[in-house]
């Protein structure tokens, strides 16, 4: 099969499920329509693989036909290359994962012929943005991309006015990204002379040029992957989509932002001076810390998961930043591994959001609470959904046996083993990067030991926890194909490392016999598979002798913990969500800015006596709060100051016609 | 300097704790008392002690016996916190109403093989509180007791002497 037939099928294939999503009987609806977007998924994942192996082709859509007449610039043209290749196979694999699980999950508002025709859109989006050979193909597959996903966001409008706000929000700065986006787009191609990605890629524009087109782009880019300060999207959209939805938007779409810098970065303006790593590095650094210093206070799990993909993107913006700056500093080297870890940070994010993403949908599903303090005991109750989730939080964590271990592993070797003597900036910005990486680590494992530990184990802090039955089989299987994804590249890294880094042309990643990844450019290796093996030959004789050693008096069932001779076991004497976050708030209140409120009743008899007391404390994003929020209220106020302007009276209209007329007269004539 | 001050003291103070008798010590048990302390509590046990509804007599007289005077803990006993650690339950008091069930919850939490013994005449039989509206019983009533030890309050030595029976020291 070759890259054309693929991307002939990818394209058929998302027709068919549109047409699929429309036509079905709503019974049947999900099933079909789940089937053939998981199809057109596959079918990008045979795309990508196959471009990003290195093969060649394309597919020119030529609508119309003959009469090109009519449209004359605007014939879409797919032709991936291997970076590309890349991404397009991380959004077939996430967009067949997420519509497996959809067939068992959509419902309501989510399986209707809107929302499956919506999401075979948005895949098929999402598929071609990363396969467009020319800006204008880009744009439409964006503009797709974009459009498809609002209308998923809000599918559930019914539910509440959060929901709209949402949408709108998501809405004004997804199409703000495009128009940044557009524009540096457009600067480029003024430059060139041409749309086409070959011709703005051989073009060499001057340092201007190029400046004013990178901030533009990246602003663009930045947006819609989700980095701070423009990130005030993501902890609000996501949360609101159906479940599969979000997971698609929060493992997929984000990427297409991050293949964007990499496009920027590598493909179009490659070797860009040491400011462009720099304005990198600190946007990156900051996301970083900042996601997840909110996902470890926040008690919504799907809030909490949005801000953790802001982390990770800042993450993945931070190697891509460092490479920048090492390869600027004259160590390609090690520039390689950076560049190398960027990607693996991408794919392992992809693989473990999109399980945390189902696992939480299917926690709301079945519990109904979506807050993490009403939750609990669910391990016993929804096993296969607690195992699955517990493996990628393992990931998300960056703990070992998984994905997100050994891509930031990859990360700190690339840090620690930067050049000794270099530009300024560099050595400055490699022990910065150094620390937040390491700060970013630590907190993502508090938030992660929180999300799992609150939400699975213990007892149920509410009925709805109780009463908590696990997910349909289409969602556990969702489930199970991902964190498998999680465990296989995690023990397995090498091959994987060595294929992403032959799509950017970085050397210096080898494979150890064993699936080990080797990297002889910074000496340092890493082999997941040999070190559990060998924990695995001392552990279990020890655990075979100790169960056998247990065996011998008899098993006696404890009914009750010990609780002091009384009853300890009322549900609300455990942690909560917030009560474990607590001394991070009181830690970093500075960054948080938590509002607390207060409110005392007293009795009618006397004011020493309470009748009641009632607690609030809110931490809300200090961007959107102090930066948005006032920005937002100055611009209505000056659209109802400008209101004036247009006060219904037809002869303040005719003058303003005649001022404009005697303007353009005076400006003609002079 | 202060190390040559703390030998002065030690040297000074010299010795406050009673002497060791020959020979764990049958005091205190009546005679053809069946009891045969655990083999794998032979050298050391952990004792949790319960006040089930004492007046605190005896509970002084147990503060004394962990003392430096008749120090308990060279026999090898050894007060401890949970009864999930424990080897022996210490029992003082008559069981009032409330503390039955706390009483066998507690028993029941102590790992097997373990020992229950009942300190004073409230335990035993419910001494002076015999027949009061708030007492259940005697400790025997609510919990299988091993070995008790009686007096009003027991004489720290004979407390003694029963822990070392179960610990044979």
């Not at chain 1, 423009?230 to 297409?256: D, T």
């Not at chain 2, 030890?149 to 610990?167: F, M, Q």
Request: one cysteine or more; a positive charge; hydrophobic letters at 55%.
């Amino acid at each position: 099969m070759s890259l054309s037939d693929a991307l002939r099928a990818e394209v058929l294939l998302g027709a068919v499920a549109v047409v699929v999503a429309v036509l079905a009987p709503s019974r049947r609806r999900s099933v079909l329509a789940g089937a053939a977007c998981t199809l057109l998924g596959l079918a990008g994942v045979v795309a990508g693989v196959l471009a990003a192996g290195g093969a060649r082709g394309g597919l020119r859509v030529t609508p119309f036909g003959a009469a090109t007449g009519y449209l004359p610039s605007v014939a879409p043209a797919l032709a991936p290359d291997r970076l590309g290749g890349v991404f397009i196979a991380l959004a077939g694999a996430v967009g067949a994962v997420c519509a497996l699980a959809g067939i068992g999950y959509a419902h309501g508002a989510a399986a209707s012929r809107t929302g499956w025709s919506a999401f075979a859109l948005f895949l098929l989006g999402m598929q071609l943005v990363p396969a467009a050979a020319d800006v204008v193909t880009f744009a439409l597959a964006w503009e797709l991309m974009a459009l498809a996903s609002t209308v998923l966001v809000l599918a559930e409008y019914a539910r509440g006015p959060g929901v709209r706000s949402a949408g709108v929000e998501y809405a004004v700065l997804t199409h703000a990204s495009f128009g940044l986006v557009l524009a540096g787009f457009a600067v480029l191609a003024g430059h060139a002379g041409s749309t086409s990605f070959a011709a703005l890629a051989a073009a060499r524009p001057d340092d201007r040029t190029a400046g004013v087109a990178f901030v533009l782009l990246s602003a663009g880019f930045a947006t819609k992957a989700g980095l701070v300060p423009f990130h005030v999207w993501l902890p609000r959209a996501h949360p609101e989509a159906p479940g599969h939805v979000s997971a698609a938007m929060s493992a997929a779409m984000v990427k297409m932002g991050v293949y964007g810098l990499l496009l920027v970065t590598v493909r179009l303006l490659p070797g860009g001076p040491t400011w462009w790593g720099a304005v990198l590095l600190v946007v990156g650094a900051a996301s970083a810390g900042y996601g997840v210093l909110q996902a470890s206070v926040i008690s919504d799990v799907k809030r909490l998961l949005a801000y953790s993909t802001t982390e990770n993107v800042g993450l993945i913006v931070t190697a891509l930043a460092v490479a920048l700056l090492l390869d600027g500093a004259g160590s390609p080297a090690v520039a390689d591994v950076a560049l190398t870890a960027a990607l693996l940070l991408a794919v392992s994010h992809a693989a473990v959001k999109t399980v945390l993403f189902l696992g939480a949908g299917a926690i709301v599903r079945a519990t109904g609470e979506r807050d993490l303090d009403a939750l609990g005991g669910l391990e016993a109750r929804m096993p296969v959904t607690a195992a699955a989730f517990g493996v990628a939080c393992l990931g998300a964590a960056a703990l070992p046996v998984s994905s997100g271990f050994v891509a930031e592993w990859v990360l700190l070797q690339a840090l620690i083993h930067g050049p000794g003597r270099a530009h300024l900036v560099v050595a400055i910005a490699l022990p910065v990067a150094v620390a937040v990486v390491a700060l970013t680590a630590g907190l993502a494992l508090l938030t992660f030991v929180k999300a799992y530990g609150i939400a699975f184990l213990a007892r149920p802090r509410s009925v709805g926890a109780e009463q908590a039955r696990d997910a349909g089989p289409m969602m556990r299987a969702g489930l199970v194909v991902g964190s498998l994804v999680v465990l296989a590249a995690g023990i397995a890294p090498g091959p994987l490392a060595r294929a992403l880094a032959a799509t950017v042309d970085a050397h210096g990643i080898g494979t150890l016999p064993g699936w080990g990844l080797d990297l002889p450019a910074v000496q340092a290796s890493l082999d997941p598979l040999a070190l559990l093996l060998l924990t695995a030959a001392s552990a279990v004789p020890v655990a075979v002798l100790g169960v056998r050693a247990a065996r011998r008096r008899p098993r006696r069932d404890v009914e009750l913990a010990w609780g002091c001779g009384g009853v300890r076991s009322a549900a609300r004497m455990q942690y909560t969500a917030t009560s474990y976050a607590e001394p991070l708030v009181r830690v970093f209140d500075d960054a948080l800015r938590p509002s607390r409120d207060l409110q005392v009743t007293h009795a009618d008899e006397s004011r020493d006596v309470e009748r009641r007391v009632e607690f609030r404390q809110r931490v809300g994003d200090v961007i959107a709060d102090r930066v948005y929020a006032p920005a937002v209220a100055a611009l209505f106020r000056a659209s109802r100051a400008a209101r004036r302007l247009q006060n219904g009276s037809i002869h303040t209209y005719l003058g303003y016609a005649f001022g404009a007329v005697t303007v353009i007269l005076l400006a003609v004539t002079w | 300097m202060i190390p040559f001050r703390l030998a002065a003291l030690i040297r000074r103070t010299g010795r406050v704790a009673e002497p060791v008798p020959a020979g764990p010590s049958t005091r205190g048990a009546p005679a053809g008392d069946p009891f045969v302390p655990p083999r794998e509590l032979a050298g050391s046990v952990g004792v949790r002690h319960v006040d089930a509804g004492s007046c605190n007599g005896c509970e002084i007289e147990i503060a004394q016996v962990f003392g430096p005077v008749y120090d308990a803990e060279r026999y090898g006993a050894r007060l401890v916190a949970s009864p999930r650690h424990a080897d022996a339950v210490l029992v003082t008091g008559v069981v009032t109403r409330n503390m039955a069930e706390p009483l066998r919850r507690t028993v029941d939490a102590t790992p097997r093989p373990r020992v229950v013994l009942a300190v004073g005449d409230c335990a035993r039989d419910c001494g002076v509180f015999a027949g009061g509206y708030g007492v259940a019983g005697a400790v025997d009533d609510v919990v299988p007791v091993d070995l008790s030890v009686p007096g009003c309050p027991p004489e720290p030595e004979a407390i003694v002497s029963a822990l070392r029976r179960v610990t044979g020291r």
